[in-house]
């Protein structure tokens, strides 16, 4: 099983507008950084993970044509509105609608926001094909597992993905580090994880708050991603416990 992050920054990305480098060295390619997206890969199936702004030069820079699924982890635009991209996956599908995952009230939102993709319009088929995302299920070969986390006013779904044997588990977009999350991401070997900056955020984990959760989940490998352009990378990698990295697009691991 594979993860690549597709996307590390924030809903600004690195650099914002206006050519807002902020901290970060904009000489160090690591540091340019489009919205949060990964990509889980298990035997030549394909799962996205949100639909950023970004998608379509992210899966470029990848060299990944054909999506078998996605899942939307909830429904602010940095996370979502990459969605008309997924008309050209499903042309490569062969006219096959994307299946696309997300709790009920996700999908409700996309309907109203995006209602050509899901029920097609003057003559155009739909691109979606919208399914709940359940706390445990099966996509494809990929085992997953799903908790709501607090994101603000919102919930925000937390993921572990599974081969069998192995773990890997995102959670971006949540406020708080619930003692509900404390138990469901117990165990993971590899956590890709939100930590927007060094000081705290109203919505979003600050580093201090994300290495204590990874502390009361067994101090799994972590890649550090949602990050702002106050964060470095060359700084955060060497204040970073062992064990903790900022991650950057195009990264990625295998397990």
């Known amino acids: 099983m594979k993860v690549r992050i597709l996307g590390c920054g924030t809903s600004s990305g690195v650099p914002r507008i206006g050519n807002d480098w902020g901290a970060c060295d904009p000489d160090n390619p690591r540091n340019l950084r489009s919205r949060a997206s ?81 029920a097609g319009n003057a003559g155009y088929p739909a691109s979606v094909d919208p399914i709940e995302l359940r706390d445990h299920q099966a996509i494809g070969p990929i085992e997953v597992s799903a908790i709501d986390m607090p994101h603000g006013p919102i919930k925000a779904s937390g993921l572990i993905f599974s081969d069998g044997a192995h773990k890997i588990a995102y959670a971006t977009d949540f406020s708080k580090f619930t003692d509900g999350m404390v138990d469901f991401f117990q165990g993971v070997d590899l956590f890709v994880i939100d930590a927007l900056r060094r000081y705290p955020h109203p919505t979003h984990p600050h580093v201090a708050m994300t290495l204590e959760g990874l502390a009361r989940v067994g101090q ?18 060497a204040e970073l416990p062992p064990g903790v990295e900022p991650g950057y697009d195009g990264l990625e691991v295998q397990l």
């Open 38 to 118: 990964i990509l889980v890969s298990l035997g030549g199936f394909r799962l996205l993970v949100d639909t950023s702004p970004d998608m379509r030069l992210q899966l470029l820079d990848a060299g990944v044509g054909e999506v078998d699924a996605v899942i939307w982890t909830h429904e602010h635009a940095d996370h979502t509105h990459g969605l008309d991209d997924l008309r050209q996956i499903m042309h490569l599908r062969r006219g096959a609608p994307v299946p696309a995952y997300a709790r009920d009230h996700v999908l409700e939102t996309l309907k109203w926001r995006f209602t050509y993709a899901f």
């Open 220 to 237: 799994p490998r972590a890649i550090l991603t949602h990050m702002d352009n106050t964060m470095d990378y060359d700084e955060l990698a």
